[in-house]
DNA sequence: CAACCGACCTGTTCGC
DNA sequence: TGCGAACAGGTCGGTT
């Protein structure tokens, strides 16, 4: 689920709640929630030891050990992280505590198991995370770095040749970035998905790059996205709001007015206003089979229906899972 | 290197 | 009312 604005919110909303916390014992409920899937060598590496911060990675939660250790947390699509107290009821989708010496607990629930926990070198000297090992991706710049400037943002473009929504969602490219952003970062550039990175003249990278930051900077501000069953320990973000592409298929462009469009490129749902995230002709003819496919499926969808309803049942839906999850987890200090 | 596909999972919605 | 298919914000490994 949650993306760099979603995973930083998390991260801070956690940081005053568990920094000084000493964790005591360790329950998994089930295992390959552990990227090593095994429980008793979890416990011991981490039973005993203190938490002395904790940040973000990408979209790694980082909560840092007093030894030489770091524990990692991939929220994926569903995983949430809050802290009760221990005698709160337990629920069915927690995967994994981490129970403190003070009588409280860090859990973390993921109703579609996807998440993953796990144990990493934290460089002794510096603090800073090892990124390497069998289980670390390879991780490009944080997009919100001060140093990620323009001028390095031109460097990483340079020989890449794909389309430009795969690249904003390798995360070896650029860190954090996932589906919702790249979609409203493509927008605010005016940028099409679909547009080859080779085609980018000086003036667009420049577009890109801010946006990037643009959007991704708001969102932090505005604590992420509440879409489904993402909400952090202090409560729902508001970028929803203000998403202008994303889930809203058929909806007037904020822009031009004409309907926001939706297309599936590798595999994710995308999308854009193919009015002002115009392709240049060099693109047309190597896009124009995708979008003629795209057209077809759509035609195959008997009993079309009005995608802009459809988009509006969708959000409706969202908003009443997430309410559900809300209550859920019910943190407490 | 780039793109696509199926896996990994569960829950919800929609068409029939 | 019920049933199956499609879909959901992420990533990985194996192919093409």
Redesign the pocket.
Known sequence: ???LP?VETVARDLRPRIVGATIVAVRVSWP?TLRDADPPAFAAAVAGRRIVAVGRR??LVVIELDDDRALTI?L??TGQLFVVDRAAPDDPYVRLVLEFGDGRDLRFRD????GRVGVHARDAQTGRLVESGPFF?RLGPEPLDPAFTIAHFRRLMRG????LK??L?D?SFIAGI???YADEALFEARLHPLRSVSSLRPADERRLYRSIRTILGEAVERRG??????TAPDGDGSMQERLVAYQRTGEPCVRCGRPIRRLV?????THFCSWCQRLPAIDRIAVAA?LRRAAEARRGL??H?DPAA?AE??RR??A??RA?ARATVGSIH
């Open positions: 689920m949650p993306e979603e390959r990408a979209k991939h994926k699509m109703i579609r198991k996807f991706p890449r040749r794909g389309r795969p690249l969602l995360q996932g589906n919702i996205s509440s879409i489904d069953d993402y490129v590798g595999g994710r749902a995708v008997a009993g229906r459809s049942r969708t839906a969202a009443t899972r559900q």
